[in-house]
């Protein structure tokens, strides 16, 4: 993942931080996407917030569930590692079926499934923790489909939905906190931001880059001089992570956007 798919906060909510009654121009907004960007990163990578509508196409490889090859050829299967036989991640339909696996963690919101162009009834599915697709009733997702034509026609299969971890209210409260330190630097007032601000005028007043050089994990905590956002970073990551911990199991394949 590239970085955070929505701002934290809006324009108003780094205004009403900032006391000033009017969000007039682009600046709120810029620096509210500013702020929710280096959050992003220095609290390893986690709350991308609400990034969607994506519409996949799932449909089943020539994969073999939980089989491994390993480098010198020695063939491993889901009993060797103690893997029920039930719980495929890696393919659709090819150990349970009802279960469709979806990129991106969580799941917000489904927001259509359509089969063969008509839309599933909301009622026949669910959410299962917090990254499948379960069809209910003993019911079975498509196991293949023509991906040649659009999800509108037969034999087609398509889920529409939104993904990604909100931040908790500190967050929020800690970008509003940046953000306003941001609009006062660029606005000539007064800020207590640390020196290594560096800022980039374009089209009248924006803020491009951020060199936060004093800004740092040391002595085992967050130093950023803004209460808000150390007791943030203090409580999301402590250890000073760069991005979310992925683990990897043997024989069970992997998909970058899945840890998204």
């Keep these: 993942m590239a970085g955070p798919c929505s701002p934290w906060i809006s324009g108003d909510d780094v205004a009403e931080c900032c006391n000033v009654e009017t969000t007039s121009g682009s600046l709120f907004d810029t620096v509210a996407w500013q702020a929710t960007e280096l959050l992003f990163e220095i609290s390893g990578r986690i709350y991308a917030y609400e990034c969607g509508p994506r519409t996949v196409r799932p449909a089943c490889d020539s994969c073999v569930c939980g089989f491994q090859v390993l480098s010198r050829g020695h063939v491993i299967g889901p009993g060797d590692y103690g893997y029920p036989l039930d719980l495929c991640d890696s393919c659709l339909a090819a150990c349970d079926p009802s279960l469709v696996k ?82 006062k630097e660029c606005d000539g007032q007064t800020c207590v931001l640390p020196k290594g601000v560096t800022r980039i005028t374009r089209q009248g007043i924006t803020i491009d880059k951020l060199a936060f050089t004093s800004w740092g994990f040391r002595e085992g905590r967050w130093a950023t001089g803004l209460p808000l956002v150390d007791a943030f970073l203090a409580t999301v990551n402590p250890a000073g992570l760069q991005r979310r911990p992925v683990f990897w199991a043997p024989g069970k394949r992997q998909y970058a956007q899945d840890w998204g």
Excluded: K, M
């Design 102 to 183: 979806l990129a991106g963690v969580p799941i917000r919101e489904i927001e259509e499934v359509l089969i063969d162009g008509v839309v599933v009834n909301p009622a026949d599915y669910r959410v299962f923790n917090d990254r499948y697709l379960q069809r209910l009733n003993n019911g079975h997702w498509p196991h293949s489909q023509n991906l040649t034509l659009n999800d509108t026609e037969e034999n087609t299969f398509s889920i529409t939905y939104t993904y990604g971890a909100s931040p908790p209210s500190l967050g929020v409260s800690a970008a509003a906190s940046i953000a306003c330190e941001l609009y």
